[in-house]
């Protein structure tokens, strides 16, 4: 049994499929089966298949292939660069056998003695040869007694081309010195005319618009396929002081590699030997490249722009961070949204439907007295123009190309439901640690008392805090050695616990702590009391019970976090900081990057409640959270958005992940998923509209058939294109 068996989950990769039509038929052939829920995605040429235990991978393949398709869960649907090779070999035979056909039927004066039979083989080769792609289709269709927008093509084309050839042979257009021009609407005419113009005309145009089509959808996915090549090919273990080259198969975690200036890291590990600067944009889209050094994490698929470093592996294959990112990016794109469900329950019954209207219209113009040929030549009109490619290509193009963009930014969209979410969203939940900070205190204000330097004081407290694990002693420790060369050995080192170290230097007895421990002139004391109003935390430091000044530290501000959130309420979000800390440190906070709405004190179980009572309130809330505490809360909420940095629990929980640290990703990551649900309702309004509007015309007679299949093939191209737009889409970043 297969692994996807056991989960119950596949992607199958379809061959054959040609148009929106039959992406929805193979759908419903798949969710005919008992407890199989499918959903095929005509743009990626794949189906996401979940499945109750009992049921193989093998009769969903059937399912397909008895729908008239083939399927894989492992080998690629097509190989869409030969696939766009093929159709662009086949447009330009028929543009250049069928320019002369064309040119010919408009141009009277141009036409010469026996120039219809001229057409005629010409046009033979076009219809039949260049256009067997639709006549194949729809007779895969036929035979599988279904029908999809091929045959709506393919019957337009082959009766404008009978009739053509039935004129020629048993009516007055075979006549040598027989001469028309071009209309554009059909012409009232007899068996003088023939439509050789509008069958090659709709072959050369449709065939066009698949080109187009195909050559943008590998554009749509193509930031999706540089993800997945991000990864490297082989790799530089290293073993006994050796380096060998090996494959990328053959790396495992614990295994240890070198990666040298402007190579690319091999997979996610840890820096045991070397500092750098890793070049991160291709993974979280931020341009400045972050120094490491030994301890620090690193990702697979990052640039080492510096020096040389050895990295310890702890993921490998699927269980990295560029895969799993692929992963998601993938996911999403194979989703629907609820207004694509809607086009595809159109688009199921639309082909019908027009068929009957091709009929009504044949009868109606009959029995209206218009000559025969008048009738069909309106009836193929109602045929080509019907065609609904656009429909089916606007939600999956736009979803393409946005989550494509999204993930070159650091941006993942779980699937297209998400984008709904975005667009109600009016209050955005802010976790305070990790998220607006940094999650890790700093050293921010040095106060000496008089007669003492700073360089005394730092020296004093860095070497006695050196041996506490506290994370305010580290604090004070990091701060210490980036100001001063070296902290000197201490003895008689001693923890008083909850209020802090005390240790020998120099022979003098130097206590690091809170303020309660040292007694502080009234000097000190009102500054150790502004900076707790400050939301910082205080430590006293006394040598002797001499006191040499104060430090105070504290979880720091990102410095970009004032601005994610004036960017949040300009795009209409209300904030509000939600943390476990004290009131007065959130309220700091708070005010520093701009947050009037503050929830403090909420132990992590009461984030749930927090979010609970605000969507009670009437509001549609976003969460932004990193910690395990946080993914409860992220599930909860209307829309959750994980920071990358942060657990893979919360991670999980999310709806959009953000993979860089910066909350500014949060506002992008809003900012494109609107931008995205607006493009696919543009898209699909032009789709509905462009029908809406072509059937009148075609089944009024106005609109001759040559032209109808220029403006259907040209609405897809038209909706392809405005996807592609969503490539340009700039972080607040850039």
């Known amino acids: 049994m297969t692994a996807a068996e056991t989960t119950g989950r596949v992607e199958l990769a379809i061959t054959g499929m040609t148009c929106a039509s039959c992406a929805n038929r193979i759908e419903r052939k798949l969710n005919k089966l008992d407890g199989v829920t499918a959903s095929v995605n005509y743009a990626t040429e794949k189906a996401s298949v979940e499945f109750a235990p009992g049921t193989a991978v093998a009769d969903l393949v059937s399912a397909v292939e008895a729908a008239g398709y083939a399927a894989s869960p492992e080998q690629p649907a097509q190989d869409e660069a030969g696939e766009a090779g093929e159709l662009g070999e086949r447009v330009a035979i028929a543009a250049l056998l069928g320019a002369p056909v064309v040119v010919l039927s408009m141009v009277p004066a141009w036409q010469f003695p026996g120039w219809q039979w001229f057409s005629l083989a010409l046009a033979a080769v076009v219809v039949w040869v260049c256009g067997w792609p639709f006549h194949r289709a729809a007779a895969v269709n036929a035979r599988h007694g279904a ?106 975690v614990g295994r240890r590699f070198v990666v040298r200036p402007g190579e690319r890291i091999a997979t996610d590990g ?26 620090d994490p690193v990702v697979g698929g990052t640039v080492n722009a510096g020096g040389r470093l050895v990295v310890e592996a702890t993921e490998v294959g699927q269980g990295t961070q560029l895969a799993r990112m692929a992963r998601m990016v993938e996911q999403a794109q194979s989703g629907k949204a609820r207004v694509q469900r809607l086009a595809d329950r159109v688009s199921a019954v639309f082909v019908p439907v027009v068929l009957g209207i091709a009929v009504l219209t044949l009868a109606g113009w009959l029995l209206a007295g218009r000559p025969l040929e008048f009738a069909v030549t309106a009836a193929v009109a109602v045929l080509v123009i019907a065609c609904p490619c656009a429909l089916g290509l606007a939600t999956p193009t736009a979803l393409l190309v946005g989550t494509g963009r999204g993930a070159q930014l650091g941006i993942l969209v779980k699937g297209p439901e998400v984008l709904e979410s975005t667009r109600r969203v009016d209050t955005v939940v802010l976790d305070k640690t990790g998220t607006v900070t940094t999650g890790r205190l700093e050293l921010v204000d040095v106060v000496p008392a008089d007669g003492v330097t700073r360089e005394e004081l730092l020296t004093a407290a860095g070497a006695v805090e050196h041996g506490s694990e506290h994370p305010i ?80 530290v504290t979880d720091g501000v990102k410095p970009t976090s004032a601005r994610a959130v004036r960017e949040l309420r300009a795009l209409g979000l209300r904030p509000v900081l939600l943390t476990g800390d004290h009131e007065v440190v959130a309220r700091a906070v708070a005010a520093e990057v701009g947050v009037d709405e503050v929830i403090a004190g909420v132990l992590p179980a009461g984030k749930v409640d927090v979010v ?27 829309l959750g958005l994980a920071m990358g940095t942060g657990t893979d629990v919360a991670i999980e929980a999310g709806d959009l992940t953000l993979v860089r640290g910066d909350l500014r990703a949060a506002a992008d990551a809003i900012r494109l998923s609107r931008r995205t649900l607006r493009t696919i309702k543009g898209n699909l309004f032009w789709a509905f509209a462009y029908n809406v509007a072509g059937l009148p015309l075609a089944a009024l007679g106005l609109l001759n058939p040559m032209l109808a299949g220029a403006a259907m093939a040209g609405s897809s191209i038209f909706v392809v294109t405005n996807s592609l737009r969503l490539r340009g889409f700039q972080p607040s970043t850039s």
Do not use: C
């Open 473 to 552: 002693a580290a604090a004070v420790v990091r701060g210490a050695l980036a100001e001063v060369d070296r902290l000197p050995e201490v003895s008689d080192f001693a923890n008083r616990e909850g209020l802090g170290v005390t240790a020998v230097l120099a022979g003098r007895r130097v206590t690091a702590g809170r303020p309660s421990l040292v007694e502080l002139p009234d000097a000190l004391l009102a500054e150790a009391e502004r900076l707790r109003e400050l939301g910082r935390t205080v430590v006293a430091v006394a040598a002797d019970d001499e006191p040499l000044g104060l430090l105070s």
């Open 147 to 252: 029908s999809t927008m091929d045959t709506l093509v393919s019957m337009g084309v082959v009766v404008a081309f009978l009739w053509s050839l039935y004129a020629l042979v048993f009516g007055e257009a075979g006549a040598l010195g027989m001469r028309h021009g071009f209309s554009l609407v059909p012409r009232p005419s007899t068996t003088g005319d023939i439509y050789l113009e509008v069958a090659v005309g709709v072959t050369v145009f449709l065939l066009l618009g698949r080109w187009l089509e195909a050559r943008s959808k590998r554009r749509a996915g193509s930031a999706l396929r540089a993800l997945l090549e991000l990864g490297a090919k082989d790799v530089s273990v290293l073993e006994d002081g050796r380096e060998t080259r090996v494959p990328i198969a053959r790396l495992g």
């Open 612 to 638: 609970r009572h605000l969507q009670a309130e009437g509001r549609v809330v976003a969460m932004v959270g990193d910690g395990v505490n946080d993914a409860p809360a992220l599930a909860a909420a209307d």
């Open 270 to 295: 840890v820096v045991v030997e070397g500092s750098s600067a890793v070049d991160r944009s291709m993974v979280t889209g931020e341009s400045v490249p972050e120094e490491v050094r030994a301890g």
